[in-house]
């Protein structure tokens, strides 16, 4: 393959199909030729050069792209995505993956006959406070990795702008599934191999069908636990963090606004010493154009890596495979069964683009 951008065909120009091609305008590495909506004026309303299509026979047969873009409901992602596969093309697909772990195994199963890549969405790996976890806990800064606190929330029904979006058909489940399933992949990103999942969620802010409130704890093969908490009844808006302690230290990184602090410590008894980042010059961008500008860059970075393994090239990747797309469904759908037996459950072992 040459180095001309990988050409992406946008499925879905809706909220988050719209910044998505603010970043592919930016791109180095990836460019938005052709856009598809049901909605034919969300098409039209979409930046850039991109043709529109409102029919999915057209846009699949136009030969304008390489790969393709899902940011539809997630019920119709595992559609979708199997007939990209089928005709050839690469996909990324948004968060979650699918609306069961059913359709993301068939997802995996397909990019596996086609031979084509298969990513999820999973931008917050790209946040630079995730960044600097990451590091902290890889090059030994806070020694051995013991424990991991994480929370997610938003203020739940006031945030979403359509029905579907706390439909259990269409999602799945509730802020597990919504906001929760970027922190539950960091988890299992930042821990490796899960093994058990211990889940107790709640439905009665919302009386909903699906919870407004879950609370986890995962361990992985090591004794590593992760203390988890997502929620849809976060007043103060939305944020998430993420805190990972070792046995000489911790890492952490908050946002919003973005900031990061590692607290280190030589020997019992010695002094701490902590390093704090606050990324004034992200949170000044955030405060003149919004929270996009940031979602834009994780974006960006996400399709370098996308591209590079679209190419052939070796990584190590930091964007989420299939792989990883199905584990973060699967944590979710073991809590849900935690919840109901009242039993911390193992996980099956899920291999590699298996
Ligand atoms: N990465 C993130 O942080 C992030 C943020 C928000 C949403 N999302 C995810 O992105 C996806 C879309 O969410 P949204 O908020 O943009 O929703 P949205 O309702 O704003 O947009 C969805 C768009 O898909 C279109 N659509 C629906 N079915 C279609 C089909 N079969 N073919 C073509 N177009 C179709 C709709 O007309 C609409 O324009 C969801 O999976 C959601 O969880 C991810």
Redesign the pocket.
């Known amino acids: 393959m040459n180095n001309e951008p990988l050409r992406f065909g946008l499925?879905?120009?809706?909220?988050?199909?719209a910044v998505r091609a603010r970043a592919l305008e930016k791109s180095p590495d990836c460019t938005l030729t052709a856009a598809?909506?049901?909605?034919p004026e969300?098409v039209a309303g979409l930046a850039g050069t991109a043709r529109g299509f409102d029919s999915?026979q057209d846009f699949f047969e136009s030969g304008l792209f390489d790969a393709v873009l899902i940011?539809?409901?997630?019920d119709?992602?595992r559609e979708?995505a199997l007939e990209a596969l089928q005709r050839g093309l690469h996909v990324l697909v948004?968060?979650?993956m699918a609306e069961s772990v059913a359709a993301c195994r068939e997802m995996i199963a397909a990019a596996r006959d086609a031979d084509r890549i298969l990513a999820v969405?999973f931008?917050?790996r790209f946040f630079k406070g995730v960044e600097v976890v990451r590091r902290a806990i890889h090059d030994g800064t806070i020694g051995k990795l013991s424990w991991i606190r994480a929370f997610t929330g938003h203020t739940g029904l006031s945030e979403f702008?359509?029905p579907?979006?706390y439909d259990k058909k269409v999602m799945g489940g509730g802020t597990l599934m919504?906001n929760g399933v970027?922190l539950l992949d960091l988890a299992c990103h930042l821990m490796s191999e899960i093994e058990s999942v211990n889940g107790y969620v709640r439905h009665d802010f919302w009386n909903l069908e699906v919870e407004d409130n879950a609370f986890l704890h995962i361990t992985n093969s090591e004794g590593v636990v992760c203390d988890f908490h997502s929620s849809w009844t976060e007043w103060k808006g939305y944020r998430f963090f993420v805190e990972a302690y070792g046995d000489r230290g911790m890492a952490g990184m908050y946002y919003a606004p973005m900031r990061t602090r590692i607290t280190t410590v030589d020997d019992k008894g010695t002094p701490v010493h902590t390093q704090r980042n606050f990324f004034p010059l992200d949170i000044f961008r955030e405060k003149l154009f919004g929270w996009q500008v940031t979602?834009v860059e994780t974006f960006i970075h996400e399709f370098r890596d996308f591209a590079a393994r679209v190419r052939g090239q070796k990584g190590p990747f930091t964007a989420a495979s299939g792989t990883d797309g199905l584990k973060a469904c699967l944590v979710a759908n073991t809590a849900y069964e935690s919840s109901e037996s009242g039993q911390a459950i193992r996980l099956p072992i899920v291999e590699d683009n298996a």
């Open positions: 499925i879905g120009a809706g909220g988050i199909g598809l909506d049901i909605d969300r999915q940011c539809t409901p997630p119709t992602h979708l948004e968060k979650p969405g931008n917050h702008k359509a579907w979006m919504d970027h979602v």
